[in-house]
């Protein structure tokens, strides 16, 4: 799997203010999406994720937009973001689903009703795309789970965890919870944007009680990342790829990288898979 988009746009110079984080730069900046789908394509990636983490009407909203333009911005955003990644050429294109709101602060998930709108309609533009694969990414509370998964019928789905510690998603509902929810729908189970002690922690559990595929992408930060993705110290490369080989021995589906890693991370893990 590839590897961040929000800071690796950072690091090419672009502002990515909240609430829409990188969700504009579609619009405003597509050039620069696409070479960092590029490099990690080039890098060795089978699958790019969309940069569609914030492009949703709920998120356009907050940023001032009208309904009916937000809905519209929303959309525009999306549908450029899939050909952005499918220009790139990689074997899988995944629609990229993040929460409603901060991944971060599950204390924030907005319900049920709120969620079943922004997820049933980012869904249905996904599947006028044509994406190979639905991503939630970065889940971490279970009714907001349970909502996501219920919007899918018909795509393969992919659903990735943020946790608080190795036996609880952020939220604090057990991982346990999620093992029911998620059977019979998801096709593969991953770990994301958790640090590697948290991902060690939880990986565990998840290979022990879970009969399907799995995946991980663990971010690089030594700690928490912030909101907008930043990090400030990270693992080095060393560690980096040791890491990278102890997942790999476990017989992973998917394995790639989250926040702070750039294509050069893509490109070690490449390597080491082959």
Request: net charge negative; hydrophobic share 35%; proline share 5%.
């Amino acid at each position: 799997m590839d590897g961040a988009m929000g800071t690796e746009l950072m690091a090419r110079g672009l502002n990515l203010p909240l609430p829409l984080w990188s969700a504009e730069s579609n619009l405003t900046d597509p050039d620069v999406v696409q070479s960092v789908h590029q490099d990690y394509v080039n890098a060795g990636a089978d699958i790019i994720g969309t940069n569609t983490f914030r492009t949703t009407t709920w998120t356009y909203r907050k940023a001032g937009f009208t309904p009916k333009r937000a809905a519209e911005r929303a959309k525009s955003s999306l549908m450029k973001a899939v050909d952005l990644a499918r220009s790139a050429n990689p074997k899988i294109t995944a629609g990229s689903i993040t929460t409603i709101e901060d991944c971060y602060e599950p204390e924030s998930f907005p319900g049920r009703d709120a969620a079943g709108d922004t997820y049933g309609e980012n869904v249905e533009w996904f599947k006028e795309a044509g994406v190979d694969v639905i991503l939630f990414e970065t889940m971490g509370h279970l009714d907001e789970i349970d909502v996501a998964l219920k919007s899918v019928n018909e795509n393969k789905l992919w659903l990735s965890l943020i946790v608080k510690n190795g036996n609880h998603l952020l939220s604090g509902h057990p991982l346990d919870s999620v093992y029911e929810l998620a059977k019979e729908k998801v096709d593969v189970l991953m770990l994301n944007c958790n640090t590697i002690d948290k991902t060690d922690r939880a990986l565990a559990g998840i290979i022990d009680n879970w009969d399907g595929d799995w995946g991980v992408y663990p971010n690089l930060g030594l700690t928490e990342p912030e909101p907008d993705g930043e990090m400030k110290e990270k693992v080095d490369d060393r560690s980096f790829s040791n890491i990278i080989s102890k997942y790999l021995g476990m017989n992973p589906m998917v394995i790639g990288s989250c926040c702070g890693s750039t294509p050069k991370h893509t490109e070690m893990i490449y390597k080491l898979v082959k």
